[in-house]
T-cell receptor, first 115, second 112 residues
Framework: AQSVTQLGSHVSVSEGALVLLRCNYSSSVPPYLFWYVQYPNQGLQLLLKYTSAATLVKGINGFEAEFKKSETSFHLTKPSAHMSDAAEYFCAVTANTGTASKLTFGTGTRLQVTL | EAGVAQSPRYKIIEKRQSVAFWCNPISGHATLYWYQQILGQGPKLLIQFQNNGVVDDSQLPKDRFSAERLKGVDSTLKIQPAKLEDSAVYLC??????????FGSGTRLTVV
């Protein structure tokens, strides 16, 4: 079974500051890991994914995440926050079994960006 | 390519009424998922189809929820009778491979 834990349900940063959203995973098999963003009244948009290639993954809108097996972590970062980054962010995990399987999501982190 | 289509976009019903949601996945995607997202929570899987067969429905409240996938393409999710706690966004997603998921915009259900 797989699960993810997102530390911090709300994170507030100033515009231009570093964004760090934390995600720790648990998986009995090698995982695939994902970060999604959700804007109000919209669906889920994929930011980036780890699929057992490079451990440092770059995504859209300047976001990146690093897979650290020793720490079972997949934290999301962005060097400089923009007002448009304010949204809900979800970390998700699935099993790397070679066939499509369900995504298991964390509880989400709401990012607030202030002037 | 076209995305995952869902309808309706919004629905308001009274408790004990029935409601149905429709999803059209990306063409060629064999796997289809229905997720329930309650306000302030992450999406929770309700049911997973592989073609027109059910792979996982362990979290589906079968006394009131049902789902089918016609000919391995479109899918419908039904709730009968609805309860207040069913108020949520219902997301449909499809995938071809294990690392490629596409989500629809969702149906926001309000039960009053």
């Amino acid at each position: 079974a797989q699960s993810v834990t997102q530390l911090g349900s709300h994170v507030s940063v100033s515009e231009g500051a570093l964004v760090l959203l934390r995600c720790n995973y648990s998986s009995s098999v090698p995982p695939y890991l994902f970060w999604y963003v959700q804007y109000p009244n919209q669906g889920l948009q994929l930011l980036l994914k780890y699929t057992s290639a490079a451990t440092l993954v770059k995504g859209i809108n300047g976001f990146e995440a690093e897979f650290k097996k020793s720490e079972t972590s997949f934290h999301l970062t962005k060097p400089s926050a923009h007002m448009s980054d304010a949204a809900e962010y979800f970390c998700a995990v699935t099993a790397n079994t070679g066939t499509a399987s369900k995504l298991t999501f964390g509880t989400g982190t709401r990012l607030q960006v202030t002037l | 390519e076209a995305g995952v289509a869902q309808s309706p976009r919004y629905k308001i019903i009274e408790k004990r009424q029935s409601v149905a949601f429709w999803c059209n996945p990306i063409s060629g995607h064999a796997t289809l998922y229905w997720y329930q997202q309650i306000l302030g929570q992450g999406p929770k899987l309700l049911i997973q189809f592989q073609n027109n067969g059910v792979v996982d429905d362990s979290q589906l409240p079968k006394d009131r929820f049902s789902a089918e996938r016609l000919k391995g393409v479109d899918s419908t999710l039904k709730i009968q009778p609805a309860k207040l706690e069913d108020s949520a966004v219902y997301l449909c997603a499809s995938s071809l491979w294990v690392d490629g998921y596409t989500f629809g915009s969702g149906t926001r259900l309000t039960v009053v």
